[in-house]
């Protein structure tokens, strides 16, 4: 069964950095499209960033120049650097694995929270 286990979420001050990884298990990992999602308290679920098998990458607005989607195929994990980080990047951030348009998967969440 696959599974995807995040880590690295925490409490950070406005301005400070955080590095999340995703290690995926029973799966071909090069093959799947990986992504990180968030959810606010009272949000809906929004994707945050998204990188392909080829590894290209896209971003949603608010995010772009500050975060970086990132993969290591040897370690199965997939990661997710943020700088400048900002209150309202407060959520819990979800690992998502896709292929095609069928299989998808997701990992528990990580809370990260942005407050001084």
């Known amino acids: 069964q696959v599974q995807l286990v995040e880590s690295g979420g925490g409490l950070v001050q406005p301005g400070g950095s955080l590095r999340l990884s995703c290690r995926a298990s029973e799966m071909i990992f090069r093959i799947w499209t990986m992504g990180w999602y968030r959810q606010a308290p009272g949000r809906q679920r929004e994707l945050v960033a998204r990188?392909?098998?080829?590894?290209?990458?896209n971003y949603t607005d608010p995010v772009k120049g500050r975060f970086t989607i990132s993969r290591d195929n040897a370690k199965n994990t997939v990661y997710l650097q943020m700088n400048s980080l900002k209150p309202e990047d407060t959520a819990v951030y979800y690992c998502?694995?896709?292929?095609?348009?069928?299989?998808?998967?997701w990992g528990q969440g990580t809370q990260v929270t942005v407050s001084s």
């Open positions: 998502n694995a896709q292929l095609g348009t069928t299989a998808v998967y």
């Open positions: 990188i392909s098998h080829t590894a290209n990458t």
